[in-house]
């Protein structure tokens, strides 16, 4: 990396980097490219993974904005070990993982072990330098986040056609109407999604994942180019229109943009695609409730059991779980106690059997009024209320209960 060959924009502020197992060769070009920018400095280099986190610290001490650049390459296992423990002791530091191996399962690990960037090898300047500036952006979050961060409500389905859409969007006009807060509604389908049909609102020609190809010009600004308004009040982040649109998005880029709308709305329901791609696992970790919607047919609990099983292995807290069985009716081919034994998670909610009534709404265009008298309105208005109900004494206790989600938290 030839720090003098091409003219970046200075980063604002203190930041202190510590290197961690750095080789020779990316060590000296980090070094090259932060004694160009006023104010980065070099706070430490650690040449061992186990115990590093707690020199990593007193190397960060001085920094305004602390960063930590670490190796994976010399012991994954162990480079790994270190993050989340660094993580889990001082998560006011960001770390950047460095690699020569673009292996997709070694990325995943470090972004869910509480990365907030991956870098490879030969380290260049200019992916150095937006790491730095997304960094930048994260610290700014930290500093006006406060206790001020909404609550996010990922909606997904076991399967394709369970009705994932439908609740998503129901849940979210009940947030606005109910609380009389705030509220986004984020259709993350790659592709032609339905939220914007389902609300009458039309097509926006900018999509959610146009706006997380923005990382370092997030702001309030541009959030309004981007959202679709609905006369409830309620805001909407649309899907890609086009059949063949190039969902490119990077876990790290998901979570920054999740965390991002979490500042500015009190509720963010998000609308995910069937599947625990890693896109859609990076907006599960940055979730204070994970729906997940599953019929009484074998596909679909199937799924919603292994959905469970995999989500609590990578340390989400059954707190933060909640299985929606939607066309719920007690003459349905799978009863409850069946149900509940197979799938070994309790059943949150059970929303009625109102296909006819929900039908007729999309076909016209407006949702269905929760406000009337109905079974499905009442089962909503409920899932809404419990929301609204829950303290922050007891958001704070779930969260700190969560296991390795909470380093994506907090990210």
């Given at each position: 990396?030839?720090?003098?060959?091409?003219?970046?924009?200075?980063?604002?502020?203190?930041?202190?980097?510590?290197?961690?197992?750095?080789?020779?060769?990316?060590?000296?070009?980090?070094?090259?490219?932060?004694?160009?920018?006023?104010?980065?400095?070099?706070?430490?280099?650690?040449?061992?993974?186990?115990?590093?986190?707690?020199?990593?610290?007193?190397?960060?001490?001085?920094?305004?904005?602390?960063?930590?650049?670490?190796?994976?390459?010399?012991?994954?296992?162990?480079?790994?070990?270190?993050?989340?423990?660094?993580?889990?002791?001082?998560?006011?530091?960001?770390?950047?993982?460095?690699?020569?191996?673009?292996?997709?399962?070694?990325?995943?690990?470090?972004?869910?072990?509480?990365?907030?960037?991956?870098?490879?090898?030969?380290?260049?300047?200019?992916?150095?330098?937006?790491?730095?500036?997304?960094?930048?952006?994260?610290?700014?979050?930290?500093?006006?986040?406060?206790?001020?961060?909404?609550?996010?409500?990922?909606?997904?389905?076991?399967?394709?056609?369970?009705?994932?859409?439908?609740?998503?969007?129901?849940?979210?006009?009940?947030?606005?109407?109910?609380?009389?807060?705030?509220?986004?509604?984020?259709?993350?389908?790659?592709?032609?999604?339905?939220?914007?049909?389902?609300?009458?609102?039309?097509?926006?020609?900018?999509?959610?994942?146009?706006?997380?190809?923005?990382?370092?010009?997030?702001?309030?600004?541009?959030?309004?180019?981007?959202?679709?308004?609905?006369?409830?009040?309620?805001?909407?982040?649309?899907?890609?229109?086009?059949?063949?649109?190039?969902?490119?998005?990077?876990?790290?880029?998901?979570?920054?943009?999740?965390?991002?709308?979490?500042?500015?709305?009190?509720?963010?329901?998000?609308?995910?695609?069937?599947?625990?791609?890693?896109?859609?696992?990076?907006?599960?970790?940055?979730?204070?409730?994970?729906?997940?919607?599953?019929?009484?047919?074998?596909?679909?609990?199937?799924?919603?059991?292994?959905?469970?099983?995999?989500?609590?292995?990578?340390?989400?807290?059954?707190?933060?779980?909640?299985?929606?069985?939607?066309?719920?009716?007690?003459?349905?081919?799978?009863?409850?106690?069946?149900?509940?034994?197979?799938?070994?998670?309790?059943?949150?909610?059970?929303?009625?059997?109102?296909?006819?009534?929900?039908?007729?709404?999309?076909?016209?265009?407006?949702?269905?009024e929760t406000a009337r008298k109905s079974e499905f309105g009442t089962a909503i208005s409920s899932w809404c209320q419990n929301?609204?109900?829950?303290?922050?004494?007891?958001?704070?206790?779930?969260?700190?209960?969560?296991?390795?989600?909470?380093?994506?938290?907090?990210?």
């Amino acid at each position: 990396m030839n720090a003098s060959t091409i003219s970046l924009p200075e980063i604002a502020g203190s930041i202190g980097v510590c290197s961690v197992c750095l080789d020779p060769q990316t060590h000296m070009a980090m070094s090259q490219f932060l004694s160009l920018q006023p104010g980065a400095f070099v706070s430490g280099n650690i040449n061992r993974y186990v115990g590093s986190e707690r020199e990593i610290g007193l190397a960060l001490e001085e920094g305004g904005t602390r960063v930590c650049l670490l190796d994976l390459d010399a012991n994954p296992a162990e480079a790994n070990q270190a993050i989340e423990r660094l993580q889990a002791e001082r998560p006011d530091i960001f770390v950047i993982a460095v690699s020569g191996s673009s292996d997709p399962e070694l990325i995943v690990a470090a972004m869910r072990n509480g990365c907030t960037d991956f870098l490879s090898k030969p380290l260049r300047q200019e992916a150095l330098h937006t790491a730095l500036r997304r960094v930048e952006i994260k610290q700014r979050e930290r500093s006006h986040k406060g206790q001020n961060r909404g609550k996010v409500i990922s909606v997904i389905g076991a399967k394709g056609g369970t009705g994932a859409t439908t609740l998503a969007l129901h849940l979210a006009l009940n947030l606005v109407r109910q609380s009389g807060k705030k509220c986004l509604l984020v259709d993350q389908h790659p592709a032609l999604g339905d939220s914007s049909l389902y609300l009458g609102v039309g097509r926006h020609k900018y999509s959610f994942y146009e706006l997380v190809g923005h990382p370092d010009r997030l702001d309030e600004e541009l959030l309004h180019g981007f959202v679709l308004h609905h006369d409830s009040g309620l805001d909407l982040l649309d899907s890609p229109e086009s059949v063949d649109f190039s969902a490119y998005a990077t876990p790290a880029g998901i979570a920054q943009t999740i965390t991002f709308l979490a500042e500015y709305y009190q509720y963010v329901v998000v609308d995910c695609p069937p599947g625990l791609s890693d896109t859609t696992l990076s907006t599960l970790c940055q979730s204070d409730q994970v729906a997940i919607v599953l019929t009484a047919e074998l596909p679909a609990v199937r799924n919603a059991l292994r959905y469970t099983d995999y989500l609590s292995k990578l340390g989400v807290n059954s707190a933060n779980l909640l299985l929606v069985l939607n066309r719920y009716s007690k003459k349905g081919p799978l009863g409850d106690e069946q149900l509940q034994k197979t799938l070994q998670h309790p059943i949150g909610l059970r929303v009625p059997n109102s296909y006819a009534e929900v039908i007729r709404s999309i076909n016209a265009g407006t949702p269905v009024e929760t406000a009337r008298k109905s079974e499905f309105g009442t089962a909503i208005s409920s899932w809404c209320q419990n929301l609204i109900a829950q303290s922050p004494a007891e958001d704070e206790k779930v969260k700190k209960s969560s296991g390795k989600i909470q380093t994506l938290l907090n990210r």
